[in-house]
């Protein structure tokens, strides 16, 4: 007689659904690294790119005319070498229209939300020194995919005026 066996025909199924299955989260398991990946590199892009443009921007100011008390505060208010004002400003942080502004331009893309935002101005007591800015922000993903996915992203830094 040829065929298979009743035992040998479940015992191929049973072989051929387990290698389905580790197949399966296999799968799965490297298409959500790959996305948490993307996810991660935008937030930090994202991140970085605010950061050096406000940190150039600040950099390169006169003066700070904002309150310079040492107290975080939701926006930051410079001259410019040309004189004009550059209010940096934190804009619904939290919610889901939350973003960075600069003079009201999106500094932060659409894709990312704030769920952060401080400026901290700090003088010199002796005056000797050009006031030093504390850029302190938190992105993170605004639509989350599968659990696990979302990212956040800490951004902060030091800087000081160069033509004080």
């Known amino acids: 007689m040829k065929g298979y066996t009743l035992l040998e025909v479940m015992v191929a199924t049973a072989v051929i659904g387990v290698l389905a299955v580790v197949a399966t989260n296999l799968f799965f398991s490297v298409s959500r690294g790959g996305t ?31 309150a310079c008390a040492g107290e975080a505060a939701g926006s930051l208010t410079v001259v410019d070498r040309q004189a004009r004002e550059i209010v940096f400003s934190c804009q619904n942080v939290g919610g889901d229209d939350s973003y960075i502004a600069s003079n ?44 696990g996915e979302t990212q956040t992203g800490q951004f902060r830094t030091n800087v000081s005026l160069r033509n004080y």
Request: hydrophobic residues 40%.
């Open 36 to 66: 948490k990946v993307q996810v991660t590199a935008e937030v930090n892009q994202n991140g970085q790119i605010v950061l050096g443009t406000m940190e150039r921007l600040i950099r390169n100011s006169l003066a700070v005319t904002s």
């Open 104 to 147: 009201s331009a999106r500094l932060t893309a659409e894709n990312v939300r704030v769920t952060a935002c401080a400026f901290t101005c700090t003088e010199d007591a002796g005056g000797f020194r050009p006031p030093l800015i504390e850029i302190d922000f938190t992105l993170s993903q605004k639509k989350a995919g599968l659990p």
